[in-house]
């Protein structure tokens, strides 16, 4: 989108943020309006009405047929033959996006237009998070951008005493707006970020995590692809990077699958179309293109990725940039399959949601960006359906005396997918990553109890948020610092890394 400084800078003074939180009153007929909004211009994109029941149904069926079929020993060829080729096309896609080229860095020249920046809003939902304000607030505080053009906003739940406590202390030092989210309809983050919306001020918008520290020239990136981008630009997406990949294994393949995502999966996608599955944080929108297509769905889990796929079906554009944001990855493997579940969860849903409409959605997305929608959202709980069934099924088959044909499907699998870690690690940079590539089968195995998690929470409960917990929280024994350990992970090339 591209915009004259002059233009620029006349918009930058008309939204010249406010640090006077709104009315309680203000907030409680936003959330009314935010728990309807998307229903009442599409019904078919909201998941207030359940969705995910029928998939999640798919998956359960087939996993159970798998253990009669071993139980009863009954010919399963048919069955091996669908998971076989399933498992063929995901890992095809993802041998292919190692093939592909690293994305340049843009050769646009960056003007000197000090001065001209417009005001940004920085949009924080927070929950039980008190122990993380004093690192995300001096975070922030070192973003290359004109403080005085930093609309930065939290969204709190009214009943969160604490963390509203760690945020009101620190008022005297930092100049933010707060708003209190009453309580009514689902806990969730989406539902926080779409009842703030209404009260941001910037003419460009980013969603950051508690536990996030982002790179000091991200805002700046991202206004310069704004700038040098197509009018229908809605987003862009930055790569998040996992500081804490020394703590433990389930960090270390944590830290592994986000390289994979965001150094290959996410740079193929945009190859094959305009659709983007975003993260949950550091995604950078255009508040115009937002808005008019309806925001966050606050009973979607991954309202990102829905958000995303709505994008794409309104013919607006999604793209990435290369200059990171560290986050804190799950150390302990309870809390990381709560997490994992949640976004199985949140594909799930997404997926049935927007196939609601599949003739539509084809006409919309149009054949290439149908193929990607399929592969970006399906990658989670397909996966996790296929290594389940393949488990059982090569138990089967070695019981019925074919062990040389699981063998060798057991042994293509597991090097395909080794050979999507390196790849990634290659791009990534960090050599502790390495050894994490050939322990890859077993940590995708791993999610299969976060598989039936989702499954089970889209049965009973659809849209409860499992929260993540971050810092001491997350740490039975110790306390892992964020300094000590970004210091100790810093590869010696990160992506985007600002210099």
């Known amino acids: 989108m591209k915009e004259s400084p002059k233009a620029l800078h006349r918009e930058g003074e008309e939204l010249r943020p406010q640090t006077q939180d709104p009315a309680r009153r203000a907030v409680a007929t936003a959330m009314a309006k935010a728990l309807c909004r998307l229903a009442h211009l599409d019904p078919g994109f909201s998941a207030a009405k359940p969705a995910g029941r029928i998939f999640a149904t798919l998956i359960l069926v ?39 080229p690293e994305p340049r860095v843009s050769a646009c020249p960056q003007v000197n237009i000090n001065g001209a920046e417009p005001v940004w809003t920085i949009l924080v939902a927070l929950y039980q998070e008190a122990g993380s304000v004093g690192s995300l607030l001096n975070a922030l505080d070192k973003l290359d951008w004109p403080k005085e053009k930093i609309d930065l906003v939290f969204a709190c739940e009214a009943d969160d005493s604490e963390t509203l406590a760690a945020l009101k202390l620190r008022r005297h ?54 700038r040098n981008g197509p009018a229908n630009l809605a987003v862009v997406q930055a790569p998040l990077v996992i500081w804490n990949e020394r703590e433990s294994w389930i960090s270390r393949q944590f830290a592994l699958d986000y390289a994979i995502w965001f150094r290959l999966i996410l740079p193929g996608l945009v190859r094959l ?49 290369r200059s990171p944001t560290y986050e804190e990855g799950a150390p302990t493997f309870a809390g990381w399959v709560r997490q994992r579940g949640r976004w199985i969860q949140g594909h799930i849903q997404t997926v049935s949601v927007h196939l609601r409409t599949p003739g539509r959605l084809t006409l919309q997305l149009g054949g290439f960006g149908l193929l990607a929608f399929l592969l970006g959202l399906t990658t989670g709980p397909l996966n996790a359906a296929i290594l389940f069934v393949s488990a059982l099924l090569a138990i089967g088959q070695t019981l019925a005396g074919q062990s040389d044909q699981v063998l060798l499907w057991v042994l293509s699998m597991a090097l395909s997918q080794a050979i999507v870690g390196m790849a990634a690690v290659l791009r990534d940079g960090r050599n502790s990553l390495w050894i994490a590539c050939f322990a890859l089968p077993l940590h995708q195995a791993c999610q299969v109890p976060a598989l039936f998690r989702a499954i089970w929470r889209i049965y009973l409960s659809p849209s409860i948020w499992d929260k993540t917990k971050h810092g001491a929280e997350a740490r039975p ?19 985007g890394q600002q210099l």
């Open 477 to 495: 024994h110790r306390l892992a610092t964020a300094e000590g350990q970004h210091a100790m992970s810093e590869p010696q090339t990160w992506i």
């Open 173 to 226: 030092s930092y100049r933010f707006r707060i708003i209190a989210i009453p309580t009514g309809g689902p806990r969730t983050k989406p539902k926080a970020l779409q009842t703030a919306l209404p009260f941001c001020r910037g003419r460009y918008l980013t969603v950051y995590d508690a536990e996030d520290l982002p790179a000091s020239g991200q805002l700046r990136e991202a206004w310069r692809a704004f």
């Open 273 to 321: 179309s305009h659709f983007l599955p975003l993260g949950g944080t550091s995604n950078h929108f255009d508040i115009t293109h937002l808005r008019a297509v309806g925001g966050w769905d606050p009973f979607n889990v991954t309202e990102d990725a829905d958000l995303g796929a709505r994008f794409a079906r309104l013919g607006l554009t999604a793209n990435l940039i």
């Open 62 to 100: 087939t996993c159970c047929w798998s253990v009669a079929a071993l139980l009863l020993l009954v010919d399963t060829t048919a069955l091996a033959w669908a998971v076989m080729t399933l498992a063929l096309c995901l890992n095809v896609f993802r041998l292919w996006t190692c093939c592909l």
